[in-house]
């Protein structure tokens, strides 16, 4: 499965935009970009998701690079409920198999 | 409810019992995963379903972790003869999406089962 880097930590304030990195140097054409956060004691819950074109939604924007070998998750303005572990996961399609394949995270922490 | 409902929430096993855990996926959802998450990790793959047919166990770390899906909803992922390294909380996640959408969809997880292998 292909992998990405993310940093362990990271630390915002409040109503500040959050820019979250992922390295992801050996994608493949058919791999998606997903983005996964935990939220302490729950299970992972999407994000966003793209594959070559920037994305936008409700919760967060999706800045890929022109190669792909990276990508930016941005929260606008962050809140205190945005703290929790992000997980950036390259999925791709095998015979129906349609796992995610999850890394360590960075774990946001969001300051008052 | 709306969510993935998983029970027990919370398991305290003795090493060497047997354990069971129940992952109820949102109605009508074709695809069931199952997930394991130690302490401080990100979650390891477990095993697939799509409707009653398991398609993919690789991540199943041993022959004492067995799961079905027999009538294609509800799920149970067993341990036999639990060991200390079974500690974790164990997460079941569904899809609504059928196989085929190349980007394979959103994955509605529950809040997990947390077993405590003493």
């Known amino acids: 499965d292909a992998k990405t880097t993310q940093p362990n930590s990271m630390e915002s304030n409040e109503e500040e935009p959050v820019h979250l990195p992922c390295n992801h140097s050996?994608?493949?054409?058919?791999?998606?970009i997903h983005w996964y956060r935990q939220l302490p004691s729950q299970g992972p819950e999407y994000v966003i998701h793209g594959l070559t074109s920037n994305v936008n939604n409700r919760m967060a924007s999706l800045a890929i690079a022109e190669d792909r070998k990276s990508s930016t998750l941005i929260l606008h303005r962050a809140t205190l409920r945005d703290a929790a572990v992000y997980y950036c996961i390259l999925r791709t399609l095998i015979q129906g198999a349609q796992k995610l394949v999850f890394g360590q995270g960075t774990r946001l922490t969001i300051n008052p | 409810g709306a969510g993935v409902s998983q029970s027990p929430r919370y398991k305290v096993a003795k090493r060497g019992q047997d354990v069971a855990l129940r992952c109820d996926p949102i109605?009508?959802?074709?695809?069931l995963f199952w997930y394991q998450q130690a302490l401080g990790q990100g979650p390891e793959f477990l095993t697939y379903f799509q409707n009653e047919a398991q398609l993919d166990k690789s991540g199943l770390p041993s022959d004492r972790f067995f799961a079905e899906r027999p009538e294609g909803s509800v799920s149970t992922l067993k341990i036999q003869r639990t060991q200390q390294e079974d500690s974790a909380v164990y997460l079941c996640?569904?899809?609504?999406?059928?196989?085929?959408?190349?980007?394979?969809?959103?994955?509605?997880f529950g809040e997990g089962s947390r077993l405590t292998v003493l």
């Open positions: 996640a569904s899809s609504p999406v059928p196989p085929g959408l190349a980007w394979g969809g959103e994955l509605f």
């Open positions: 050996t994608i493949s054409g058919t791999d998606y």
């Open positions: 109605s009508g959802h074709v695809s």
